[in-house]
């Protein structure tokens, strides 16, 4: 049996030829879409440039676990799950689409490469990541019946609304000046800003045909028209605010 070995060189489209060779292999197993595309090299990439950040992406199920047990370096690191990377950033996207109903799969195969992107810049990946984050934790404090998941399906929507108003966030040139911001033990997210639009957003899911429905909180949430039906309601002193959190 002969073989031909080539080496190829550490190249991005070398890369996406490797990557696709492996992917098309393992789809004759069964293998979930957020597996297969754990080893594409945008993904790889990413988890290098932003260790030097302090984070660890982890690209597959378990592999921070895995990693972290046998490096020191890897343990210190702070775990970013990458579907939720995925869909912080799918919100900050111009379209009414917000990723609330889409299943790991389709996150990883029809919305992958909404996200991935050759000249995005690693701090574009991970700004929208802890914005969310932090949204996440204003509306978990926020306690209110049986609006635990209203607050985390809205806080994509709430990340919408700051890629609307702020124009720091729109600036490539400001992307270090914001990740250092959010990176400041003493920088909070206004959480009056914050409840205002959780309620505002609530309000008009109370008017709305979901209510009181089952699963009424995500299907409303989820609905193409939801985020101009909030931006609406957003009045000119709660916009003036949002334009000025990373001022």
Known sequence: LFAKIISIKDEISNLNFIDGIIE???RQNTMDERQLKSNHPLQRRLQLKVESLGYYYERKEKQYKEESKISRKIAELIRIDNRDLVRANLATDKESYLPIKDTENILFSLRF?????????????IIPYL???KIVKIGNNYQFKNRHIFHKNCSYHIIKLFYTYSPELKNKLNL?????KLEDSNFELDDRLLKDIFNL??????????????????????????????????????RNQIAKIFD
């Not at 490469?113 to 990946?125: G, I, N, R, S, T």
């Open 176 to 180: 270090r000046k914001i990740f250092d």
């Open 201 to 238: 957003a609530y309000k008009k899911f109370e008017k709305s045909k979901w209510y009181g429905q089952e699963y009424g909180q995500r299907d409303f949430l989820s609905n193409t028209k939801t985020f101009e039906l909030i931006n609406n309601s957003i009045n000119h002193t709660l």
């Open 131 to 133: 914005i969310w984050k």
């Open 113 to 125: 490469d909404d996200v991935f992107k050759e000249e995005k810049h690693p701090l574009e990946y």
């Open 24 to 26: 098309a292999i393992n």
